[in-house]
């Protein structure tokens, strides 16, 4: 059975910084890609990072580019997310997925919707 599970999230300053975790289980790591995503309140959960290391692909939205870079830890199974100069806008349910490898590809990322696996999410605040 699949399983992932978001750790890391809290309440910061603007410009400050958190570090996210993915903890992956129940398959072989190496066969997905994992996806990070945010529900801000009120909207829709939006696609913000993803990476598979099998052909090296890698995608940012346009709104967390430069700030936060996603890496894997094959032998932690452990995907994270590290968030640099966070802003209010970036107040949300934090959320990682799996898929297939081709939900992140050609430096595009498959709408939330379509990804089949989540994790529970965590929160981030970030104040002014």
């Known amino acids: 059975e699949v399983q992932l599970a978001e750790s890391g999230g809290g309440s910061v300053q603007a410009g400050g910084s958190l570090r996210l975790s993915c903890l992956a289980s129940?398959?072989?790591?190496?066969?997905?890609?994992i996806g990070w995503f945010r529900r801000a309140p009120g909207k829709e959960r939006e696609g913000l990072s993803c990476?598979?290391?099998?052909?090296?692909?890698?995608y940012y939205a346009d709104s967390v580019k430069g700030r936060f870079t996603i890496s894997r830890d094959r032998p932690k199974n452990t995907v994270y997310l590290q968030m640099d100069d966070l802003r209010p806008e970036d107040t949300g349910v934090y959320y990682c997925?799996?898929?297939?490898?081709?939900?992140?590809?050609?430096?595009?990322?498959?709408?939330?919707?379509?990804?089949?696996?989540w994790g529970l999410g965590t929160q981030v605040t970030v104040s002014s």
């Open positions: 129940g398959f072989y790591f190496d066969d997905k890609t």
């Open positions: 990476e598979w290391s099998g052909d090296g692909s890698l």
């Open positions: 997925a799996a898929e297939h490898p081709r939900y992140c590809t050609g430096g595009k990322m498959t709408p939330a919707w379509e990804w089949g696996y």
